[in-house]
C-alpha cells in the first residue's frame, strides 16, 4: 500500500537540543497528522494541519504543512527524556472524497540522553 | 471519558484457535479501524468501518473478520490463529471534521501466537 517516506528513521540526541523531522509523499496531501507513540501505548495525536503554509504549535513541538502540500515537518525544541518515543506522520491524499483512510510514514525513533 | 477502549491488552493463542478483540469507542465516531504494529513495518490496516453495518477490507485483511453492529463496537476476529498473526493491534476512531479526519487509538492488544 501506499506509505509516506518520513525521515530520519530513528535519532539519538543529548537533552536540550532541539530535533527535527519530516515526511513527504508523491502525491498531494490535505490533512497532516502527526503522533507520537511511547512504549506499550498507543499513537497519540500532537498535532494537526489542514492547510497548506500552515504552522501549529503544541508547547515545545511545531509542525508545518509544506506549501507544496506533498510534505510536512515537526520540530521539537530543547528535548527532555520524556520526549523518548516513536513519532509518526500521517496524512489524507487529496481525492480522498469520503475516504477516511489515513497513509501512514514508518516512524522516527527519537532517544533522548540525559 | 474513555476515548478508545480495547480488550484484552495481552493474549496468547495457540495456533488454530480463534478469538475476538474488543474495541468501544465513546465518542460517537462513526469511522472505526483495526491496525497492526509490526518491527520495522509501521501500521497496516486491516478493516475499517465507516458506520454501523458497513465494514470494508484494508491492506492486510486475509486471516481477519469485522462486523459493526453498533456505532460503539467494532471487534476483530482471528478466525484460526496463525504465528504469522503475533503483533500488536490497534484500534482507531475518527473525528470526521468534513473532509478533516483526526484518527484517536486505543492502547493497544498484544497477541502472539504459539
Known amino acids: 500500500g501506499q506509505q509516506l517516506n518520513q525521515s530520519p528513521q530513528s535519532m539519538f540526541i543529548q537533552e536540550g537540543e532541539d530535533v527535527s523531522m519530516n515526511c513527504t509523499s508523491s502525491?498531494?496531501?490535505?490533512?497532516w497528522l502527526w503522533y507520537k507513540q511511547e512504549p506499550g501505548e498507543g499513537p497519540v495525536l500532537l498535532i494537526a494541519?489542514?492547510?497548506a503554509g500552515e504552522l501549529t504549535s503544541n508547547g515545545r513541538l511545531t509542525a508545518q504543512f509544506g506549501i507544496t502540500r506533498k510534505d510536512s515537518f515537526l520540530n521539537i525544541s530543547a528535548s527532555i527524556p520524556s520526549d523518548v518515543g516513536i513519532y509518526f506522520c500521517?496524512?489524507?491524499?487529496?481525492?480522498?472524497?469520503?475516504?477516511?483512510?489515513?497513509?501512514w510514514g514508518l516512524g522516527t525513533s527519537l532517544a533522548v540522553n540525559p | 471519558n474513555a476515548g478508545v477502549t480495547q480488550t484484552p491488552k495481552f493474549q496468547v493463542l495457540k495456533t488454530g484457535q480463534s478469538m475476538t478483540l474488543q474495541c468501544a469507542q465513546d465518542?460517537?465516531?462513526?469511522?472505526m479501524s483495526w491496525y497492526r504494529q509490526d518491527p520495522g513495518m509501521g501500521l497496516r490496516l486491516i478493516h475499517y468501518?465507516?458506520?454501523?453495518?458497513?465494514?470494508d477490507q484494508g491492506e492486510v485483511p486475509n486471516g481477519y473478520n469485522v462486523s459493526r453492529s453498533t456505532t460503539e463496537d467494532f471487534p476483530l476476529r482471528l478466525l484460526s490463529a496463525a504465528p504469522s498473526q503475533t503483533s500488536v493491534y490497534f484500534c482507531?476512531?475518527?473525528?470526521?471534521?468534513?473532509?478533516?479526519?483526526?484518527?484517536?487509538f486505543g492502547q493497544g492488544t498484544r497477541l502472539t501466537v504459539v
Open positions: 482507531a476512531s475518527t473525528r470526521d471534521l468534513g473532509w478533516n479526519t483526526e484518527a484517536f
Open positions: 465518542m460517537n465516531h462513526e469511522y
Open positions: 468501518s465507516v458506520g454501523a453495518g458497513i465494514t
Open positions: 502525491s498531494i496531501f490535505n490533512t
Open positions: 494541519l489542514y492547510k
Open positions: 500521517a496524512g489524507r491524499p487529496r481525492g480522498a472524497g469520503n475516504n477516511r483512510k489515513l497513509i
